[in-house]
């Protein structure tokens, strides 16, 4: 249990450093959405959609710069222009947490699963 929580953190830690060559990691499977973003965030911040950034599943910020984790935070804490802000009523902080690190781990699985779309683009759109 220990050790793969050491690898986990690891992985993410050493995400952009050590990708390319380490294709031992064991898990295999796309991170799971937190229920808030599906919720919260998806609606603006997908693909076919884009009133928010996409490169945000990349971990790139739409200026090209990498992400940061505190920038995730603030923006989401206090909105940012069209992009709304959540109260903690809304998005807690364990919640935030859980987005944070999703968004890493979906950039992480991106970088080995380039064809990866972690919100599938619907064809025919019909509204439900
Ligand atoms: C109403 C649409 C909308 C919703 C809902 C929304 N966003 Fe955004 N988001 C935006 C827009 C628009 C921007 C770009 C703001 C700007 O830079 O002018 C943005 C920017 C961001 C950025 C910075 C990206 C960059 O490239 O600088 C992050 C991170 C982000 N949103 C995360 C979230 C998260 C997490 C949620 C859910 C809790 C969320 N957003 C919900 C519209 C939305």
Redesign the pocket.
Same mark, same amino acid.
């Given at each position: 249990m220990n050790r793969k929580i050491l690898l986990i953190t690891a992985a993410t830690l050493a995400f952009g450093m050590l990708l390319p060559g380490s294709g031992a990691r064991a898990q295999d499977a796309p991170p799971k959405m937190p229920y808030?973003?599906a919720m919260?965030?998806v609606?603006?911040?997908k693909e076919g959609v884009q &009133? $928010? *950034?996409t $490169?945000?599943f990349d971990m &790139?910020?739409?200026?090209g710069n990498p /992400?940061h984790e505190q920038? &995730?935070r603030n923006?989401?804490r206090f909105g940012?222009?069209?992009? *709304?802000a959540?109260r903690v009523s809304e998005?807690s902080p364990k919640e935030l947490n859980a &987005?944070v690190t999703y /968004?890493k781990e979906v950039a992480a699985y991106r970088k080995t699963h380039p064809g990866y779309k972690p919100v599938p683009v619907k064809e025919g759109g019909g509204k439900k």
């Open positions: 808030v973003f919260y965030c609606m603006c911040h &009133i $928010g *950034p $490169g945000i &790139i910020s739409k200026s /992400l920038y &995730i923006n989401t940012f222009n069209a992009m *709304p959540f998005v &987005i /968004l």
